[in-house]
């Protein structure tokens, strides 16, 4: 098919459903849900080449109440080649809960990406348990709230993931939830990540999570630690440098992976260990690490006799 693909109906409570089980599907425009009265469509991509063009999605159900069930609504892609010129999940005018789910194929979008809210205690969230998803827009992934009880989430708990980085929150707002977690690939591109005037950014990086680098990226927004690990490269091992300009918290040690360089420009108060594989960690002016021992190649160090070097190589 070509031209607009619009999954709708004009009746309240009507909803529309296309599969793709291995045909081309082609068109300029794709939106889900694109109005206020129609809700719990569904876009379902089990293979195929999927040429979607630019992607809306819009609310999965009529109330405030709860997300409709996983996989039952918005946007899901199994398998197959899916390529987007833009993509919002959660357009301008989309009122209520809304998701995107990537398990499994190949993804690619060329265009801005945003992950936006628009009602006020409602959630819109990009999800992805496996495949690959390629956000290469020059503007990075844009999550942006409006309202103070708006919640936002980028969770990516299997696949690998590649953004040309991260912008969370938006300058004419202070106030709502950006959630991103992290327990699989995350490489940050050039854009690294930034912080508009926002209440509340969770950036979790959890067990089984990396945050890596396509790219020299800094990131300007505090994270949690709870596992995972840095990775001062890119997929291929070509060095790369993260600078941290602020803090790390949470539970979890400080796993340094990497030919390049990881800058901590902040107070760190994270209570795990600091481990370092590979490469180098240094600290800016500013920056410090867990006062609990460092290990380094095997090696144990107190963070105490290291810290006026500023920098450990390996």
């Known amino acids: 098919m070509s031209g607009s693909l619009l999954l709708a109906n004009n009746a309240a409570g009507?909803?529309?459903?296309?599969?793709?089980?291995?045909?081309?599907?082609?068109?300029?425009?794709?939106?889900?849900n694109p109005n206020n009265v129609s809700f719990s469509s569904l876009l379902l991509i089990n293979g195929g080449t999927n040429d979607l063009g630019n992607v809306s999605i819009f609310r999965s159900v009529a109330g405030s109440s709860a997300f409709s069930a996983l996989g039952s609504e918005g946007l899901l892609i199994s398998n197959g080649i899916v390529r987007m010129t833009s993509l919002n999940?959660?357009?301008?005018?989309?009122?209520?809960?809304?998701?995107?789910?990537?398990?499994?194929?190949?993804?690619?979008?060329?265009?801005?990406?945003?992950?936006?809210?628009?009602s006020g205690s409602r959630t819109s969230r990009f999800l992805q348990t496996g495949g690959t998803f390629v956000s290469s827009g020059a503007n990075g992934v844009h999550m942006a709230i409006t309202n103070a009880t708006q919640i936002t989430i980028y969770s990516v708990t299997g696949g690998t993931n590649l953004p040309t980085g991260f912008i969370f929150g938006d300058i004419t707002n202070n106030s709502g939830t950006v959630n991103l977690t992290n327990a699989a690939k995350i490489y940050v591109g050039g854009l690294g990540m930034t912080s508009?005037?926002?209440?509340?950014?969770?950036?979790?990086?959890?067990s089984g999570g990396t945050?890596?680098?396509q790219a020299d990226?800094?990131?300007q927004t505090p994270m949690i630690l709870a596992g995972g690990s840095f990775d001062a490269a890119d997929l291929g091992g070509?060095?790369?440098?993260?600078?941290?300009?602020?803090?790390l918290r949470g539970a979890g040690a400080l796993n340094k992976n990497g030919a390049g360089t990881l800058t901590l420009g902040a107070t760190n108060t994270y209570s795990g260990g600091t481990i370092i594989n590979k490469g180098t960690l240094a600290l800016s002016a500013n920056g410090t690490i867990s006062k609990q021992h460092t290990h380094y190649h095997g090696q144990r160090y107190d963070v105490r006799c290291i810290r006026g070097h500023r920098r450990i190589r390996s």
Do not use: C, Y
């Not at 959660?90 to 809210?117: C, E, I, K, P, Y």
């Not at 508009?196 to 959890?206: P, S």
């Open 196 to 206: 508009g005037v926002i209440a509340t950014v969770n950036i979790a990086l959890n």
């Open 217 to 219: 990226w800094l990131g």
């Open 238 to 247: 070509t060095a790369h440098n993260i600078t941290l300009s602020a803090g």
């Open 89 to 118: 999940v959660g357009n301008a005018t989309a009122s209520s809960f809304l998701t995107m789910l990537v398990a499994s194929g190949a993804v690619t979008n060329t265009g801005d990406m945003v992950v936006r809210q628009f």
């Open 211 to 213: 945050f890596g680098a």
């Open 14 to 32: 009507s909803t529309g459903f296309l599969t793709n089980n291995g045909g081309a599907l082609s068109a300029s425009a794709t939106s889900i």
